[in-house]
């Protein structure tokens, strides 16, 4: 995934709110005896780009080429975005400069990695007609330079009703895709976009509809596809993941290290599939993607971006230390083969007691594995072992043996079967490739029937499960 986003580099035209995140850093060591308020001793400031800024910073930490349209202040505050766009290459030739308006600038008091107070310095005001006209002349000649479009909405006055559907009209009259961070209550208004990012709060807001279970959920996403028109519904559920509706429900979760603070989350969301389609993955690769980036964000303090390096490093720590994600029941395993077939992924099956792990297992397993791309190994239930080895036959619980398997590096999901073989399992998967061990020649294998193609594969000498029982047994007597 990341070598891939790695050797990409889209051009993309944010439109939206400009605003500068300005940070007070410091430390609290008394109450003021003025009001029952802290005293923070500010020891360091920062400025970044905020709002549609803060997604073009994730934008270039990726190597995007970036334009940018909206409209800001004749103030420091612009200026101050002005000079980061020239240091980072950013294309910043269509933003309006109103000598009337204030450029939005959010400061917050940081105090022991904590904020105290936040307080904004802008205008709101709905940009002119005439600047409203000038910005969408800007987007037509952008339009045919640009993959992908992003519209950055904090409400603060740039994507009016009229300049949102006059941009949509653009894009796709161009076959481009426009991704929307919305803000406000109304979601018609953005009829026409490919996808709209909403988190939990704003898609509440939108539907009406208090989010606290799947069904709930499942309920908000029906009515978002609806008032927006959209083929696909999105929910950001924060540090639980992404949610996902086409004609089903799905939840991308994920395990964040820690969530310090959420601030410019949903802006590296959707800069990050942005990113991510244009490189030419998937709609569910993207998500995952910037689920990922998100929660890497998350885990810092203020207005953060993600880096590949950063993103890359989380997903070895989830592989490393949340192995047991890669158990599922049948079901889960359906939807995740589906998913992995439409990506042109060839899935490789294969089976097993697995009683207790040895070399001849994981020499097995890795063989199996360079079959394909995804290696699925079903384990039997304890109780399918014990009807075919007996009584004293399972050494070791399903469970524990299927924490052990999901922990190898060749083996990407395991499936629990209950029934004595696991033909109803291979015909839920319907893999590309069943792979069986040598003491099968000559004989049918379960499952060849629906399967492409059936590898034997030679199995190691004297390493078996029943071989160690008996050494034990020796040395024990």
Known sequence: MIKILRNSSPRVLVIGDLMVDHYLWGGCSRVSPEAPVQVVDVNSETFVPGGAGNVIRNLISYGANVSVISVIGADKTGQDLFSYFVDNDVDYSKVITDQGRRTSRKTRIISSNQQVIRYDNEDKHEITIEQQRSLLCSVTELINEVDIVILSDYKKGVLTEQVVSGIISIANKAAKKVLVDPKCDDFSKYKGAYLLTPNKKEAMLATNINIHDDDSLLQAHIKLKNIANLDYSIITLGDEGISFYSDQLVQIKTVAKEVSDVTGAGDTVISSIAYALCSGFELMDALKFSNYAAAVVVSKIGSSVASFDEVESYINYLNTVDSKGNIKSIDEMSLLVIDAKQQGKKVVFTNGCFDILHAGHVSYLEEAKGFGDILVVGINSDSSITRLKGLSR?????????????????????????????????????????????????????????????KIVELLVNKSTTNIITKIKGLSS
Do not use: M, Q, W
Not at 397 to 408: G, H, Q, T
Not at 410 to 427: A, M
Not at 429 to 454: M, N, T
């Open 394 to 454: 399972p050494v070791n619980k399903c469970e524990d043996r299927a924490r052990v398997l999901a922990a190898l590096t060749s083996v990407d999901y395991v499936v629990e079967f209950e029934d004595d073989t696991p033909y109803r399992l291979i015909d839920a998967v319907k893999p590309a490739v069943l792979v069986k061990g040598g003491d099968y020649h000559g004989e049918v294998v379960v499952g060849s029937d629906i399967v492409d193609d059936v």
